[in-house]
């Protein structure tokens, strides 16, 4: 399908989803949100597909919910009967994509201003890069609102006490993209002008693995964090037992043995 708000394109077996509504710092409206919700399900559906790459167009990366559009009552509008989706009974979710339940992995590559819901793609990205222009903070209480998930989401990534101050300070003081990799809350910051080719740098690396593999990886280490230790070992250990029956499992050692590059079906 075609889309009025992000760009979708997929190449090398990398999907690049970019915000794409640089006149209004790519703010999440209801249309976005619908489109976002589309382009993952593609990606993930998508055979073709190994990783998908998050950016934005212009000098934000996501200035977070579309302040123009949200109803006086503040409550998100669904395209179903209200309450009628289990969705709708979840935290909302706006621009994240669904991490809980997808396999491929998600590279975040920050390019801007990145405060509000657009934090919620560095807390759930499976790798996140930062240009060194990029800014982060979160608004909420500046505009008379709770921060929700958004800031439960940083007080697992940050430490309680910048997580604290990050919200409790609102718009009135941002976090530099040095200082949210010195934090851990970034990997790695680069000049801006190189930003989506250190991204796509990035993603090749992780093609160069085996694709199941990697899902398989992805999946213990997301999985796993809610659990207490032991059963996530158990869980993880499950992983690993259904990848070694794939085809893959037997063209990796047998490529390490012949000194050739493997040849991964992702089967």
Same mark, same amino acid.
Not at 21 to 49: F, H, I, K, T, W
């Given at each position: 399908?075609? !889309?009025?708000t992000?760009?979708?394109?997929?190449e090398?077996?990398?999907?690049?989803?970019?915000?794409?509504?640089?006149?209004?710092?790519?703010?999440?409206? +209801?249309?976005?949100?619908?489109?976002?919700?589309q382009?993952?399900?593609?990606? *993930?559906?998508?055979?073709?597909?190994?990783?998908?790459?998050?950016?934005?167009?212009?000098?934000a !990366?996501?200035?977070?919910?579309?302040?123009?559009?949200?109803?006086?009552?503040g409550?998100?509008?669904?395209?179903?009967?209200?309450?009628s989706t289990?969705?709708?009974?979840?935290?909302?979710?706006?621009? @994240? +994509?669904? !991490?809980? @339940?997808?396999?491929k992995?998600?590279?975040?590559?920050?390019?801007?201003?990145?405060?509000?819901?657009?934090?919620?793609?560095? @807390?759930?990205?499976?790798?996140?890069?930062?240009?060194?222009?990029?800014e982060?903070f979160? +608004?909420?209480v500046?505009?008379g609102?709770?921060?929700?998930? *958004?800031?439960?989401?940083l007080?697992?990534?940050? +430490? @309680?006490?910048?997580a604290?101050?990050?919200?409790?300070?609102?718009?009135h003081?941002?976090?530099?993209?040095?200082?949210?990799?010195?934090?851990?809350?970034?990997?790695?910051?680069?000049?801006?002008?190189?930003?989506? *080719?250190?991204?796509r740098?990035?993603?090749?690396?992780?093609?160069r693995?085996?694709?199941?593999?990697?899902?398989?990886?992805?999946?213990a280490? %997301?999985?796993?964090?809610d659990?207490?230790?032991?059963?996530?070992?158990?869980?993880?250990?499950?992983f %690993?037992e259904?990848?070694?029956?794939?085809?893959?499992?037997?063209?990796?050692?047998?490529a390490f043995v *012949?000194?050739r590059q493997?040849?991964?079906?992702?089967s």
């Amino acid at each position: 399908m075609g !889309f009025e708000t992000i760009r979708y394109q997929v190449e090398d077996r990398v999907a690049t989803i970019t915000f794409d509504r640089p006149e209004a710092l790519n703010a999440l409206s +209801p249309a976005m949100v619908r489109e976002l919700r589309q382009a993952y399900a593609d990606a *993930e559906a998508d055979d073709g597909v190994w990783i998908l790459l998050v950016t934005g167009n212009g000098r934000a !990366f996501c200035a977070g919910a579309d302040v123009t559009e949200i109803p006086d009552d503040g409550r998100v509008v669904y395209d179903e009967p209200y309450l009628s989706t289990f969705p709708q009974w979840e935290a909302p979710q706006e621009g @994240t +994509p669904p !991490f809980r @339940t997808m396999t491929k992995p998600i590279l975040t590559a920050v390019n801007g201003l990145c405060c509000g819901a657009g934090l919620d793609l560095v @807390t759930t990205g499976d790798i996140v890069i930062a240009s060194d222009r990029a800014e982060f903070f979160d +608004p909420h209480v500046s505009i008379g609102l709770v921060s929700g998930r *958004e800031v439960v989401r940083l007080a697992r990534a940050l +430490p @309680t006490n910048i997580a604290m101050r990050m919200a409790l300070m609102g718009r009135h003081e941002r976090m530099s993209a040095q200082r949210a990799y010195d934090l851990g809350l970034v990997s790695e910051v680069v000049a801006h002008d190189r930003l989506l *080719e250190r991204a796509r740098e990035i993603a090749h690396t992780v093609n160069r693995n085996a694709p199941l593999a990697v899902r398989g990886t992805r999946l213990a280490i %997301r999985r796993g964090r809610d659990l207490p230790l032991y059963e996530a070992e158990v869980m993880a250990e499950a992983f %690993r037992e259904r990848v070694v029956r794939t085809e893959d499992a037997k063209e990796g050692p047998r490529a390490f043995v *012949e000194k050739r590059q493997p040849n991964w079906k992702c089967s």
